[in-house]
């Protein structure tokens, strides 16, 4: 299975930016996809965004359409979220899974990492 180590999470004041990584043990296929997904205490995890890294097709939640953005460095093997104008609301930790873009479900996912927006 493929490794996946999430990064860049912590503090920012609203309005604010912030980039997260994720970095792929290996090297990744591009029959893969990436995804960044997040969760709240007390709530379920939610879709957040989505890569293949073949084609670099991307998918978006609507809570973050045109304020976030996903990006890949295939060479890297690691993924991006750019995320801006960022709101309190987008407070959680944030995780990064990967799956064959065959499959319907994430297989191979981090640790996470946290990002609080302050107000």
């Known amino acids: 299975q493929v490794q996946v180590v999430e990064s860049g999470g912590g503090l920012v004041q609203a309005g604010g930016s912030l980039r997260l990584s994720c970095a792929a043990s290996?090297?990744?296929?591009?029959?893969?996809?990436m995804g960044w997904f997040r969760q709240a205490p007390g709530k379920e995890r939610e879709f957040v965004a989505r890569?293949?890294?073949?084609?670099?097709?991307?998918s978006y939640a609507d809570a973050v359409k045109g304020r976030f953005t996903i990006t890949r460095d295939n060479a890297k093997n690691t993924v991006y979220l750019q995320m801006n104008s960022l709101k309190v609301e987008d407070t959680h930790v944030y995780y990064c899974?990967?799956?064959?873009?065959?499959?319907?479900?994430?297989?191979?996912w981090g640790q996470g990492t946290p990002v609080t927006v302050s107000s």
């Open positions: 290996g090297r990744t296929f591009s029959s893969f996809v």
């Open positions: 899974a990967n799956r064959s873009i065959d499959a319907r479900t994430y297989d191979s």
């Open positions: 890569i293949t890294w073949g084609g670099g097709s991307t």
